[in-house]
């Protein structure tokens, strides 16, 4: 079966794509979003964790794969670039660095994201092409939030506040971290949607090597096997037609500039997802 000429076919499957979070290890859902542009497939629905929420929104707001690989490589693969933009998210002021000290999780994502996020991304959810679902975690209301309406930035900063790097996000009232605590790979969030649901999963998990982990290296690594179990627990009620999990283990999840050794040690989802694809066509065919 010609898996591309069934993805032109008026009558055929529709699709929704769940993209995880896990910091710089999500640099794979690039490889994803190229492929689904490689094989003309627009979704209906996106949803996105952290990391996945802003690659998520890239595609919702009409990026191409090709696009938001580029934009992705001239700022991580250039030093003196990626500098210059954390220099742009700096404290406002000397007071504001200092009035508690420094400090770990200092740095502000909103300030991050705006000075990394590329033009194309809107203000808002109702700017973009395709329907888009954010997750965040509502710090002390205990529970996951999803964000479809409104503003849009304000919503991605909540989505990747990862606890212990950044500041929470405050919107409407109430204070946000990371998203992917509750729902690291939100494919529920887009389950009856669409034919075939593609969820992509790049939380990865803590792996021997030959020193010693620090106590950040455990924090993070806890944090992967908690969001691990959250997965396990998911799909053993219920599962994505299509689930992707690039080897992307080796990676820490600030590892932004090793974006070529990612995307190089991930380049074989490529082919993967063409083969589910194809696999999951046939059994809407046939079903």
């Not at 009620?237 to 820490?252: C, D, E, G, N, T």
């Amino acid at each position: 079966m010609n898996h591309t000429a069934a993805m032109h076919r008026p009558s055929g499957p529709t699709f929704a794509v769940a993209f995880g979070g896990g910091g710089a290890r999500g640099l794979a859902h690039i490889h994803v979003i190229e492929t689904l542009d490689e094989l003309g497939i627009h979704p209906v629905m996106i949803a996105g964790s952290s990391i996945g929420a802003i690659m998520g929104a890239g595609m919702a707001a009409g990026m191409r794969g090709a696009e938001i690989h580029a934009y992705a490589r001239a700022i991580l693969g250039r030093r003196a670039e990626l500098a210059s933009r954390i220099w742009r998210a700096r404290p406002g002021s000397l007071t504001e660095m200092f009035e508690r000290g420094i400090r770990v999780g200092q740095f502000n994502i909103e300030r991050i994201l705006g000075a990394f996020l590329p033009d194309e991304i809107p203000e808002t959810f109702g700017e973009l092409g395709i329907p888009l679902r954010v997750t965040g975690t509502d710090y002390y209301g205990h529970c996951l939030a999803v964000f479809d309406s409104g503003d849009l930035r304000s919503a991605l900063a909540a989505s990747a506040a990862i606890p212990a790097v950044f500041q929470p996000v405050t919107r409407d009232g109430r204070l946000y971290i990371d998203g992917g605590i509750y729902n690291p790979v939100p494919f529920d969030l887009v389950e009856g949607i669409a034919d075939i649901t593609i969820a992509i999963d790049v939380v990865g998990a803590p792996t021997e090597g030959q020193r010693r982990p620090t106590s950040i290296d455990l924090m993070f690594g806890a944090t992967q096997l908690m969001m691990q179990s959250i997965n396990d627990t998911k799909l053993r009620q219920s599962a994505p037609q299509i689930l992707l999990r690039p080897p992307v283990s080796a990676f820490r999840a600030l590892d932004f500039l090793k974006v070529e050794t990612v995307l190089h040690e991930t380049r074989a989802i490529r082919d993967e997802l063409k083969r589910e694809i194809e696999k999951a066509v046939a059994a809407c065919a046939a079903g």
